[in-house]
Nanobody
Framework: QVQLVESGGGLVQAGGSLRLSCVASGRTFSSYDMGWFRQAPGKEREFVAQVRWSGSDAYYTDSVKGRFTISRDNAENAVYLQMNSLKPEDTAVYYC????????????WGQGTQVTVSS
């Protein structure tokens, strides 16, 4: 069982930056791939970024490539999302998620943190 707690959301002007953090409970953090998803008002939840259990591979949705960076610190049971050059269309609730290394679905979710980008 993993519990995830996000922080770092807020209000920022377009072009600004935010860093989201997600801390996981438990002692097997390195057994999980970690991801960030987001859900804008009236839209479905969408994938943003994923980092493998080792931190060696990361994947991004096209709209954030070159602007967002996902990273993790297994010693701290934490995953981060550095968001630069933010745009109003990045406004959403951002969720941290975890899945076991060989699982096909994301089984654990945080409560979400609001990111609002003003134009």
């Amino acid at each position: 069982q993993v519990q995830l707690v996000e922080s770092g959301g807020g209000l920022v002007q377009a072009g600004g930056s935010l860093r989201l953090s997600c801390v996981a409970s438990g002692r097997t953090f390195s057994s999980y791939d970690m991801g960030w998803f987001r859900q804008a008002p009236g839209k479905e939840r969408e994938f943003v970024a994923q980092v493998r259990w080792s931190g060696s591979d990361a994947y991004y949705t096209d709209s954030v490539k070159g602007r967002f960076t996902i990273s993790r610190d297994n010693a701290e049971n934490a995953v981060y999302l550095q968001m630069n050059s933010l745009k109003p269309e990045d406004t959403a609730v951002y969720y941290c998620a975890a899945k076991l290394i060989f699982a096909n679905t994301w089984g654990y979710w945080g409560q979400g943190t609001q990111v609002t980008v003003s134009s």
